[in-house]
């Protein structure tokens, strides 16, 4: 039991492998099987994130917002319409980074909602629907402390957060600069800013949202910055089953709609930087040009095209 | 579903095949960059490191506070001891060993400043050992209490002082007996050792997390980790089976004690 107790999606991730090992691989169907199944049922399941604040989260009670849930609700809205639906019913599945891939797979989650990066690995197991935010692996550092970018980081110690891209990010770096970090790591997020808050670490290094939402959260968020170059850009995207093209059509049809729509900015302002619920925190991050630039050429480009110099 | 061993030989920084997958294991051959199987030898030897020195400090501790909790009742020092070793019992037996490592990384150091330039690897390895010491303090003192009273009596006649009953009577015997549970207790320290993962110590289980994650070979990961760990905690009992061999006392207790039971 006490593997249970110290980290929950340790079992969850080995048991959603091991049902992917059995239950992939539906029978092909000439149509779309999510549409049909859609129709059918008049249900679809999102998977949804806990606390990837403001992109996917949980608001208590088993209600699930944020930007990507919003723009999810968006288009399935238009595949109601579509299927000619009267209701539909949203079904919200929570995921974890580890079992993510694994139950859209195995049809348990029809579209993914959460933080999900789109990379060449990934891209071999699921399908991405277009980017529609692009995030920038950025420094957070104590205000006071003096430190400016990532070259002042050598010798320092570093948090980072255990089955992130960031942790690689970080060795490469190494490697390529010929630095060395200290390197510290928070079993989440929030234990990574634990790290960087009492002086354990120096740095926390990780997506740009992430930390800009857990600087919003703290005691007292004038006490830190997000300051340096960004190390890294990954598009983050909206996720489903590789075997169904035309459902897929069909959600980046919906996306285009509502980005030629305009209603892109408004998004943005409403979930980065304007209070979200359930505490009325302002994350506070700006409309970065590559995420602008991925709206205005809709694209499904993995990761690996975007570091690419 | 097939299983891809070869990400083990993948390169940790590119994802590309190293040119010394198994040999740069025994030293033949230099990788440029390590492969994930160097990098699960290195977390391999983290999770050798953190229990073997939590189980040395537990075997010590438990070994002293089971013993004191048995302490006859001689006078106001050997009331304190005894209250104070059944404390040290209740206190760490009674609180989850995660929150333990937790209270001993983010807590206690905020308190004493000093212990903040100890290594985690120093204050997880002490979480586990007290946390483990209070387990054999118990089964040391129900190996004494186990030995008949006349054991004591025959001391005490041919005027043993306390230290000296215990330590050539009562001791010898009781650590005989306890073996059998402290195998177990010992292949626990083993298992548990992966809590260290939570305050950022690279071993076995932060490997599998973290290695999964940049592979996308969950299966093939977990299973090699899993392993490990097995293998680990059977040789840790092939040991202790090993130490019960030899110290056994012919005669003294009788044939159930075969050590090919120690299993």
């Known amino acids: 039991m006490k593997k249970l107790l110290t980290h929950n999606a340790f079992p969850k991730a080995v048991l959603a492998l091991f049902a992917s090992a059995f239950l992939a691989a539906p029978t092909a169907f000439a149509a779309s099987a999510t549409l049909d199944k859609i129709k059918s049922t008049g249900a679809v399941t999102m998977g949804v994130r806990e606390s990837s604040i403001p992109m996917s989260y949980t608001t208590g009670d088993s209600r699930f917002d944020g930007y990507h849930v919003e723009v999810c609700r968006m288009i399935l809205n238009d595949i109601k319409a579509k299927l000619g639906l009267s209701t539909l019913r949203i079904n919200y599945q929570p995921v974890t980074s580890q079992n993510r891939v694994p139950l859209v797979q195995n049809g348990t989650v029809d579209i993914e909602c959460g933080t999900t990066t789109n990379n060449a690995g990934r891209a071999k197991d699921v399908s991405f629907a277009n980017t529609l935010y692009v995030e920038e692996v950025r420094i957070a550092v104590k205000a006071n402390s003096g430190i400016t970018s990532i070259a002042q980081l050598a010798g320092k110690k570093v948090a980072t957060t255990t089955g992130t891209t960031s942790v690689q990010l970080l060795r490469k770096h190494e490697k390529a600069n010929n630095v060395n970090f200290d390197e510290v790591y928070g079993k989440d997020h929030a234990d990574s800013f634990l790290l960087l808050e009492s002086g354990r670490a120096d740095a926390f290094v990780m997506d740009g949202s992430i930390l800009a939402g857990n600087i919003a959260n703290s005691k007292n968020p004038k006490d830190y910055k997000i300051v340096g170059e960004v190390l890294s850009t990954e598009p983050i995207a909206i996720m489903v089953r590789k075997d169904d093209p035309e459902f897929l059509a069909d959600v980046n049809a919906a996306i285009a709609q509502i980005v030629s729509n305009g209603k892109m900015p408004g998004l943005w302002n409403k979930w980065f930087l304007s209070p979200i619920p359930p505490k009325n925190i302002v994350v506070g991050l700006e409309l970065s040009p590559a995420t602008k630039n991925a709206w205005a050429n809709l694209n499904s480009k993995p990761a690996e095209d975007y570091n690419k110099k | ?263």
């Open chain 2, 1 to 263: 579903m097939a299983l891809d061993l070869g990400v083990f030989c993948k390169s940790t920084l590119d994802g590309e095949a190293v040119d010394h997958c198994f040999s740069s294991l025994f030293g033949l051959g230099q990788n440029a960059d390590p492969s994930y199987l160097d990098w699960l030898m290195t977390a391999w030897g983290w999770t050798l490191a953190v229990a073997g020195l939590g189980l040395s400090i537990a075997l010590v501790l438990g070994a002293i506070m089971g013993t004191l909790r048995t302490l006859p009742d001689t006078g106001r020092m050997s009331r304190l001891l005894v209250r104070l070793a059944t404390a040290w019992v209740e206190l760490f037996r009674n609180i989850p060993v995660l929150v333990q490592v937790f209270l001993w990384y983010h807590v206690i150091p905020a308190f004493f400043v000093p212990l903040k330039a100890l290594p985690s690897y120093w204050l997880v390895s002490i979480a586990l050992g007290f946390f483990t010491s209070a387990r054999i303090a118990e089964q040391v003192r129900a190996g004494i209490q186990s030995l008949p009273s006349g054991q004591r009596a025959a001391a005490t006649a041919l005027g043993l002082t306390t230290t000296q009953t215990y330590r050539y009577i009562i001791l010898p015997m009781a650590l005989r007996i306890v073996i059998p549970p402290l195998t177990s207790e010992s292949m626990n320290a083993v298992k548990n050792s992966s809590v260290a993962f939570a305050v950022s110590v690279p071993e076995l289980t932060l490997f599998a997390m973290q290695a999964q994650e940049e592979t996308s070979r969950g299966v093939e990961i977990y299973l090699a980790v899993t392993a490990l760990y097995a293998l680990t905690a059977f040789s840790v009992n092939r040991v202790m089976a090993l130490i019960e061999r030899r110290s056994r006392v012919p005669g003294f207790i009788t044939a159930s004690s075969d050590a090919s039971l120690a299993h």
